[in-house]
Nanobody
């Protein structure tokens, strides 16, 4: 499966962006989809994830209440609506899909099998 993330850009603090991630390739039926981000010199960190069938969403504490993850199973697409952006949200954002066979936390990159190429989000103060 190929994942393509897009929608990043430059925005002022307090602004909003909507990231999209479209999947293509073989029949797409993941267990969950996740969003991660990575700032320069830092490890890739969990942002949000959504269970593909149920739509139940989970968020990192740092974004809860500001970001919303959603999906359309018919379009094989997941979105990340980011509101009230802060300079500390600046990072490359990645989407990823996982088939659910990982025994550890679903908030770790290891729980995901396929990754998109990343899209840059820059929040100016």
């Amino acid at each position: 499966v190929q994942l393509q993330a897009y929608g990043g850009g430059l925005v002022q603090a307090g602004g909003s962006l909507r990231l999209s991630c479209a999947a293509s390739g073989r029949t797409f039926s993941p267990f969950h989809m996740g969003w991660f981000r990575q700032a320069p010199g830092q490890e890739r960190e969990f942002v949000a994830r959504i269970a593909w069938l149920t739509g139940i969403a989970y968020y990192a504490d740092s974004v809860r209440g500001r970001f919303i993850v959603s999906r359309d199973t018919g379009k094989n697409t997941v979105w990340l609506q980011m509101n009230n952006l802060k300079p500390e949200d600046t990072a490359v954002y990645y989407c990823a899909s996982g088939d659910g066979d990982y025994s550890g936390s679903y908030s770790t990159p290891r729980a995901y099998d396929d990754w998109g190429q990343g899209t840059q989000v820059t929040v100016s103060s």
